[in-house]
């Protein structure tokens, strides 16, 4: 008779497959599960699942863990969610590749963590994260920002031949080093500089790889439709697989947009011959850096020559005109949740219209003091749209939050909840309460929908054979309880999280072990 390392008894188990749940106990020997059924045999430690729904570890779909894992390993934000795995590298920002302006940010960044920056390739942050160890899996995509910034810097400008061969040596290197694919963030630099025809150019390099092209699109309000057709172009034209960053439909004027981009994506796919996909977090506000609010030619150069634009009151005058005039905005609705000089730090939780009192320039004095550091949360986003979205059978979950924690470096920060509420969000809010979705579809959209989208082998599905990734929770009390006005608090009725056989949260409680993997693309 076999001796399990770990059995669950009395499951109710919804394996991830949209399957509606049933009843059985679970064995596990070692990091994968072995046995599904009626299990008489004895097991080093049993867990009674009673009253508890089981299902597969969650897969964070966009997530920004990249340097807060190696501040605090543990990951306890996610983890105590019950995610399993997390894909960093969103947004065109991962950890690598890192060379000339590339590294330097690299540095800042890590040194705001307080540890240094001791790789440039993807291949050597890989080593890093296992020589250190993980709290959680890590799927790793190769930021377009980091490849473009590693050859041109912040140069607003068209590649030469020698540097597009060079930006797709940096790719090829990434790809084979295991990343799962490419992201680009098109709202920020150097995403924003990059044309089109290059994004093309290496999107057919990340499709030879079979592999994933995830973006934050170059609007998400007043050009949405237009932003959705150039990633849906890109899609045609390199054959990778498109999938659009946390869609929504941002600012009220454009709330009504939502069914145009629906059809973009769905009969636009069919005419193109493919089939895109798309995440989004349960949440109606957004959160990225506050000088996002500053047009595009702001960001040229690099920090230091957008803090130069800052103070020149030409420029000044311009921005004023621009703000006011051509890209008007509700400053009420922009919270400032993080500040990186701590003499301001009395604005963490204030709006921007008390900062501003009307005069835009004090926005102006606000970054520069700030070093253009300074996050923030946008209330810009629709309850009913959001409803809409998560319905949408393409549709899969992702935070867009790195991993924090209540204590030690990663709790300086006002943070968006998203990073501390996601998944119970959605299994709370909107399973149990809002019946917007149900506990199988909610689940699949959690765990094998972006398994299979990424081609992760082996996970996001109760199976015999499959690692043994999973959560037990209770489905009358799971609830998020992180606020914007304090957002780092954890989620109730997540009992147990299993990750590679081993259990890392014991009633509701992070136990530290450092188990997680990296995955590499195969």
């Not at 059985?24 to 080093?44: F, M, N, P, T, Y």
């Not at 150097?190 to 089109?196: A, N």
């Not at 924690?405 to 990663?410: E, F, K, M, Q």
């Amino acid at each position: 008779m076999m001796i399990y390392d770990l059995l669950i008894k009395n499951a109710e188990i919804f394996d991830g497959t949209k399957n509606a749940g049933y009843k059985a106990d679970i064995g596990v020997k070692g990091e994968r599960i072995v046995k599904i059924g009626a299990i008489d045999s004895l097991a080093l430690m049993t867990i009674d699942a009673v009253d508890r729904v089981v299902c597969p570890g969650f897969i964070d779909m966009h997530s920004h863990s990249d340097f807060t894992i190696l501040a605090n390993p543990r990951s306890e934000s996610k983890i105590r969610q019950g995610v399993t795995t997390e894909v960093i590298g969103n947004c065109g920002m991962s950890a690598a590749p890192r060379y000339d302006e590339a590294l330097k940010r690299g540095q800042e960044i890590c040194q705001d963590f307080g540890f240094s920056c001791a790789w440039k390739s993807m291949a050597d942050y890989f080593k890093v994260l296992e020589n250190t160890g993980i709290g959680i899996n890590i799927v790793a995509l190769v930021g377009q920002g980091n490849i473009r910034t590693s050859v041109m810097g912040y140069a607003d400008s068209i590649a030469t031949d020698i540097q597009a061969s060079q930006m797709k040596s940096l790719l090829e290197e990434s790809l084979d080093a295991g990343c799962f694919g490419m992201s680009s963030g098109l709202i920020y630099p150097p995403g924003c500089f990059t044309p089109m025809d290059e994004l093309i150019e290496l999107c057919k390099i990340v499709a030879g790889f079979n592999g994933i092209y995830t973006t934050h699109m170059r609007n998400e309000g007043d050009q949405l439709l237009e932003a959705i057709e150039e990633a849906m172009t890109i899609g045609k034209e390199s054959g990778v697989h498109v999938h659009i960053s946390h869609l929504k439909t941002s600012g009220q004027r454009n709330w009504s947009k939502l069914q145009a981009a629906f059809d973009k994506l769905e009969t636009g796919g069919q005419t193109r011959g493919f089939a895109p996909t798309v995440d989004r977090y349960p949440y109606t506000a957004g959160g990225t850096g506050l000088d996002a609010v500053l047009p595009s030619w702001m960001y040229e150069g690099g920090t230091g020559k957008e803090m130069e634009r800052l103070r020149d009151v030409e420029i000044r005058n311009r921005l004023i005109s621009q703000l006011t005039q051509e890209h008007q905005r509700d400053w009420n609705t922009v919270m400032i949740s993080a500040v990186w000089n701590k003499a301001n730090k009395c604005w963490e939780g204030k709006r921007l219209s008390e900062l501003m009192q009307g005069k835009i320039e004090s926005l102006f004095d606000f970054l520069i003091s700030e070093e253009c550091k300074t996050e923030a949360i946008f209330f810009s986003m629709s309850e009913d749209n959001l409803q809409q979205i998560l319905k949408k059978p393409y549709m899969m979950i992702g935070s867009d939050a790195s991993s924090r924690a209540t204590y030690g470096i990663l709790a300086q920060d006002m943070v968006h909840p998203r990073g501390f509420g996601t998944f119970p969000r959605i299994l709370s809010r909107y399973v149990r309460e809002g019946k917007i979705l149900s506990m199988e579809e909610a689940i699949w959209k959690m765990t094998l929908l972006p398994a299979n989208t990424l081609g992760i082998c082996d996970r996001g599905q109760i199976k015999e054979g499959c690692f043994a990734d999973m959560v037990v929770f209770d489905p009358i009390t799971i609830n998020d309880t992180a606020t914007y006005e304090l957002p780092l608090s954890y989620p109730t009725g997540i009992d147990c999280v299993i990750l590679n056989g081993q259990l890392t949260v014991d009633h509701g409680e992070c136990m530290g072990k450092l188990c997680g993997k990296v995955l590499r693309k195969e």
